[in-house]
């Protein structure tokens, strides 16, 4: 057993609190990402499963054992840094091997287990440099390497692909995701990069000020976010939001009118309405499907290859993001035409809380 | 309008191009000229006690000229021998002192430096600013106090008040210049060290200190070198001939009631700087490679 519980857990530094009581639960060999905006106290939930921060208040326990007082090394877990925090003294070999001399494992037990994880991760031939004569893809590597020849229960990741370039980035993700695929060990993972979040995850947790959001699966938080914080942190380019007021014939939009509501809707008051870019539809002339329209002028349009994204901005002179094919040409100053339809939409509250009113449909 | 040709131009170019060269020239000369002879005042005592080890006696205050008349270096072997006793007394121990005292104050003020840049500890701040202020205290203001504490446990005329102070970490100075410079470190590599199953020891002995050889290198070669020139506290505590540093016993060499052997006296005192000399050389590398050696990102 090595899930992992948190149950109400504190952490305050003198009066200032900035983890709120969380209540979280780590399934054994579950890949959770904690994704969230800086400051909301990720890294330092992290560092306390670790075993690097006090706890405040409340419990962690990792497998059956509450590890509170138990200090870090013996948690058995392991963690990879974002600095990597390679031993700059050391060769790689020696960085490898520090750990596992320090439980006083046999020498023959220490070299091979080097020797498979240097080959799982083909670092094969840079055993015997010093860090400094590594790239920062190699440095990552060795970081990993390190913390796999350790053969945990528990994996940390402290936003380990932030220091690397793009496309490294993206190749590490990959790798990373072969890995615990290959292993099949818990790991929890930091990051403020929503798509790595999204791709890596079993279950993905926003948190914000410290207090989780919402916790669910990245389908389930892509689709059915909770709060009006975790639909527009969750989704890239983020969701657009459009303050509607509720009236006795359902919904009053700007820009596009009056839409109708099922009857578990609310009777008065303001709903965020949520959409996403590609939940518009362009209309083209004459075919008006949905179940309203609104006439805007392109003032920017981002080419990405693949697809293509509008930035409308409306009568009212509130901007949308729409997502459009990237086989058709538009041009900015251009009048379009937007159509959107109702149970598409998430709806939200004036308490930001998700109303759930097409969600069984859907 | 006037059209140059092409050779013209560059005849222009080229006389400007000298004239430039020839400025640029006397500027280096010039610069070069004001250095050496800055550095010729510094170094002139020492050209001065080096060329005077080797003159008679009597030409060292008497003759102007650098140059001797004849070359002694018989001052080299007579001065070994000079005293009562041998210079091979007298170095011996001056090494056993500042060898001693170099590893002391690396070790003691390592680890203090450590507990103060690392460590979480009750007063931690309060020790820091008592710890500050020992160095506004001159030595002379505590060296009453102190000879009398090492006068009731009975150290006096002994190397114990030069030695077993170092291993406890009384030089402010170098604990306050390690702690700046742990403090640089990153702290990952601590947290990295203790999830590797680190204590806190084995944190600084096999992490911070490797890393630290600058710093480490720095207090050598200046505890190195205090404690070999060190006069006053050789003198206060050391009674017998036999205990003499090398500083103390070139003070033998001026007797006030006979000749003076200052031919001698130089040639010991030129012998004496040898030992730093060679200390210095062999340490500064460290102070150089410790900078390449950050392994982050």
Redesign the interface.
């Known amino acids: 057993m090595s899930g992992v519980n948190l149950n109400k857990v504190v952490k305050s530094y003198g009066d200032l609190e900035i983890i709120h009581g969380i209540d979280l639960e780590v399934h054994d060999g579950e890949f959770l990402v904690l994704v969230g905006p800086s400051g909301c106290g990720k890294s330092t939930l992290l560092r306390m499963i670790?075993?690097?921060e006090e706890i405040t208040d409340g419990t962690i326990s990792i497998g059956d054992r509450i590890v509170n007082d138990v200090?870090?090394?013996q948690r058995n877990?392991?963690?990879v840094?974002?600095?990597?925090?390679?031993?700059?003294?050391m060769t790689v070999r020696k960085n490898l091997a520090?750990?596992l001399g320090?439980?006083k494992m046999p020498k023959a037990e220490i070299a091979k287990r080097v020797a498979e994880a240097a080959k799982i991760l083909q670092i094969e031939e840079l055993l015997e440099r010093?860090?400094?004569q590594l790239s920062?893809g190699q440095?990552q590597r060795v970081a990993i390497g390190?913390s796999i020849v350790r053969e945990p229960e528990l994996f940390l990741f402290d936003e380990p692909l932030s220091?690397l370039d793009a496309e490294l980035r993206v190749q590490m993700r990959v790798e990373l995701a072969g890995l615990y695929q290959r292993l099949g060990t818990t790991m929890i993972y930091v990051t403020h990069d929503q798509i790595e979040a999204m791709t890596l995850a079993t279950r993905i947790v926003v948190l914000q000020a410290g207090r989780v959001e919402q916790v669910g699966t990245p389908f389930n938080l892509y689709n059915y976010p909770q709060n009006k914080f975790v639909a527009t942190f969750i989704g890239s380019p983020k969701m657009n939001m459009i303050e509607g007021k509720v009236n006795n014939k359902g919904l009053d939009l700007p820009d596009f009118g009056q839409i109708s509501l099922p009857a578990t809707a609310p009777k008065s008051g303001a709903i965020h309405f949520g959409i996403r870019p590609e939940q518009f539809t362009i209309v083209k002339s004459g075919s008006a499907e949905g179940d309203a329209t609104s006439t805007g002028e392109i003032t920017l349009i981002e080419y990405l290859g693949s697809e293509l994204f509008l930035y409308i901005t409306l009568p009212s002179g509130h901007i949308v993001l729409v997502q459009a094919s990237s086989q058709t040409q538009y041009k900015t100053g251009e009048q379009l035409t937007l159509s959107l339809t109702a149970k598409n939409a998430h709806y939200f509250g004036e308490d930001d809380l998700r109303i759930p009113l097409y969600d069984e449909k859907k | 309008m006037t059209d140059l040709s092409i050779q013209e131009a560059s005849d222009i170019a080229r006389s400007y191009r000298i004239i430039r060269d020839k400025r640029k020239r006397r500027a280096t000369i010039t610069k070069h000229l004001f250095l050496a002879i800055c550095s010729l005042v510094m170094v002139y005592p020492l050209i001065w006690m080096i060329v005077s080890s080797v003159k008679p006696d009597n030409e060292i205050f008497g003759n102007i000229s650098l140059w001797p008349s004849e070359f002694i270096w018989q001052n080299y072997p007579d001065g070994w021998e000079g005293l009562f006793l041998s210079f091979t007394v007298f170095y011996k121990n001056s090494i056993i002192v500042t060898v001693l005292a170099v590893i002391g104050n690396t070790l003691s003020c390592s680890f203090a430096a450590y507990a103060f840049a690392r460590l979480e500890f009750k007063g931690k701040n309060i020790f820091f600013a008592l710890m500050m202020m020992t160095l506004m205290i001159p030595y002379h203001v505590v060296l009453i106090p102190q000879y009398l504490l090492f006068l009731k446990i009975g150290w006096v005329n002994t190397f114990l008040p030069l030695i077993v102070p170092r291993f406890l970490a009384g030089d402010a100075f170098f604990i306050f210049l390690m702690v700046q410079f742990f403090r640089q470190l990153?702290r990952?590599?601590d947290?990295?060290?203790?999830?590797?199953?680190?204590s806190p020891f084995?944190i600084y002995w096999?992490?911070i200190l490797?890393?630290s050889l600058p710093a480490l290198a720095t207090t050598a070669i200046f505890t190195f070198i205090w404690t070999w020139e060190d006069f006053l506290g050789p003198l206060i505590y050391l009674n017998d001939i036999r205990d003499y540093t090398v500083p103390l016993a070139l003070r033998n060499f001026i007797s006030q009631d006979s000749v003076s052997m200052f031919g001698q006296l130089f040639a010991m005192s030129i012998l004496s700087i040898v030992p730093i000399f060679i200390f210095f050389i062999f340490f500064q590398k460290f102070i150089i490679r410790g900078i390449?050696?950050?392994?982050?990102?």
């Open positions: 670790a075993g690097l200090p870090a090394a877990l392991s963690m840094f974002q600095s990597y925090a390679l031993y700059p003294h520090f750990g320090n439980l010093k860090p400094r920062g440095k390190r220091n | 990153p990952d590599l947290e990295a060290a203790m999830i590797d199953g680190c084995k096999a992490v490797p890393l390449a050696t950050s392994g982050l990102k």
